[in-house]
């Protein structure tokens, strides 16, 4: 009802709103954002965070198009190496949280500065040059545009939905997706069930890490432009993303289809709020604002909920 409500607002103040141009511009935005908050929703229902999100979202696209511009690999072997990368980072800060016992966020903070440090480091804060002929194959299959008219719609919209698909039939049907939430709702109890936390734990590090290169590289080529600023503060939005789709703060509780509505909810805000005419540097007085309404609405339920039991 509230993504209804904010269509509805938008588009009465300003009828460009609902133009497919405009409807085009928002799935594409979206859907880059989207499929970090997907492997984010699995990874806070297990009760963790992860900050880094945003930085190996920029990272990533660096280490691909900087292999290939040196010529160390060809470009589809400098992706698979990209998303190896992403994959032990994602490792490493499983690891950390699961042997070491160190709080998520404190990990992952520390991750987001390093791998930040090192792609402004091996770029000196230049972009990389995004082109290949040799590797076009590839810009279509992750990128690809289709013009269904009148909409133009990229094939990035599509590993969206499959995503989303594979990733709320892990966490609603799947043995691993009942591990999930047994680990944020009660690692002690889930441990006493046989169920391995800390390996649940790290591959939903991975995943989130593995998801967060990918998007990366998506936009690096549609963007044409791999830079190693890009998804700075993608960490925030893509937490209020997930918490207003109704991921419970303190685990346990997730939903797919909630974060998708929630991605949309937040992207549809942005797209309106520059529309009618609000900066849109004041988008982040939103999501500060929604973040700290959401928690404090799960605070509520959850003492409502203890009341009542």
């Known amino acids: 009802m509230l993504l209804i409500l904010e269509i509805a607002v938008f588009a009465a103040i300003n009828p460009a709103f609902l133009s497919p141009l405009n409807i085009?511009?928002?799935?594409?935005?979206?859907?880059?954002?989207?499929?970090?908050?997907?492997?984010?929703?699995?990874?806070?229902?297990?009760?963790e965070f992860d900050l880094s999100v945003g930085s190996v979202f920029g990272f990533a696209p660096v280490a691909m198009w900087t292999l290939y511009n040196a010529g160390v690999t060809s470009l589809f072997v400098g992706f698979v190496v990209a998303l190896l990368i992403a994959a032990a980072i994602g490792l490493f800060n499983g690891l950390f949280v699961t042997r070491l016992r160190i709080p998520s966020f404190l990990v992952t903070l520390g991750m987001l500065l390093v791998?930040?440090?090192?792609?402004?480091?091996?770029?000196?804060?230049?972009?990389?040059?995004?082109?290949?002929?040799?590797?076009?194959?590839?810009?279509?299959?992750?990128?690809?545009?289709?013009?269904?008219?009148?909409?133009?719609?990229?094939?990035?919209?599509?590993?969206?939905?499959?995503?989303?698909?594979?990733?709320?039939?892990?966490?609603?049907?799947?043995?691993?997706?009942?591990?999930?939430?047994a680990t944020g709702g009660n690692a002690v109890a889930a441990r006493a069930r046989g169920v391995n936390v800390n390996a649940v734990k790290v591959w939903l590090f991975v995943l989130s890490a593995v998801m967060s290169a990918f998007a990366g590289i998506i936009s690096s080529i549609r963007t044409s432009a791999a830079n190693p600023n890009s998804g700075s503060g993608y960490e925030l939005e893509v937490i209020a993303m997930v918490v207003i789709g109704g991921t419970a703060l303190t685990g346990g509780r997730g939903t797919i289809i909630g974060t998708v509505l929630g991605i949309l909810i937040l992207r549809v805000m942005r797209n309106g709020i520059v529309l009618v005419g609000v900066p849109g540097l004041a988008y982040n007085i939103f999501i500060g604002a929604i973040i700290l309404g959401m928690m404090a609405l799960h605070s509520w339920l959850e003492r409502r909920h203890q009341a009542g039991t």
């Open 24 to 47: 085009s511009n928002t799935l594409t935005f979206t859907v880059e954002l989207g499929l970090i908050a997907l492997a984010m929703t699995l990874l806070m229902t297990a009760g």
């Open 115 to 181: 791998v930040r440090g090192v792609a402004l480091f091996v770029t000196d804060g230049f972009p990389q040059r995004t082109w290949s002929a040799s590797g076009q194959w590839l810009a279509d299959l992750l990128v690809g545009d289709f013009h269904v008219r009148p909409f133009r719609v990229y094939a990035s919209l599509f590993w969206f939905i499959a995503a989303a698909i594979i990733l709320g039939y892990v966490l609603t049907q799947s043995k691993f997706g009942n591990w999930i939430q």
